[in-house]
């Protein structure tokens, strides 16, 4: 089993900045991609950046130019700056880990969120 423990949410005026982490641990031979979601309220989630284990990176457009996503391989731990914020980043976000566990099977693991709110 993995477990993603994420931190780094909170409250921020518009232009501000956040950095969220995200650290797996648990049955994890290799990490491939590490990604951050969101959800606001009455909204579906989306993809917010993604890293592959080669450290090429996806950003939404809504986001590009502001946010930065980066890895720390032998930390297993993924983390999202947030610059620039606007009221409408304000959602929950989701780290997700996709990779093997020690018995070469794939998982997937979502955390739990961490809510950023953003006032104008």
């Known amino acids: 089993q993995v477990q993603l423990v994420e931190s780094g949410g909170g409250l921020v005026q518009a232009g501000g900045s956040l950095r969220l982490s995200c650290a797996a641990s648990?049955?994890?031979?290799?990490?491939?991609?590490m990604a951050w979601y969101r959800q606001a309220p009455g909204k579906q989630r989306e993809l917010v950046a993604a890293?592959?284990?080669?450290?090429?990176?996806n950003y939404a457009d809504s986001v590009k130019g502001r946010f930065t996503i980066s890895r720390v391989n032998a930390k297993k731990t993924v983390y999202l700056q947030m610059n620039s914020l606007k009221p409408e980043d304000t959602a929950v976000y989701y780290c997700?880990?996709?990779?093997?566990?020690?018995?070469?099977?794939?998982?997937?693991?979502w955390g739990q969120g961490t809510q950023v709110t953003v006032s104008s």
């Open positions: 890293i592959t284990s080669a450290g090429s990176t």
């Open positions: 997700n880990v996709d990779g093997l566990n020690s018995g070469l099977r794939s998982f997937g693991s």
């Open positions: 648990g049955n994890i031979f290799r990490i491939n991609s």
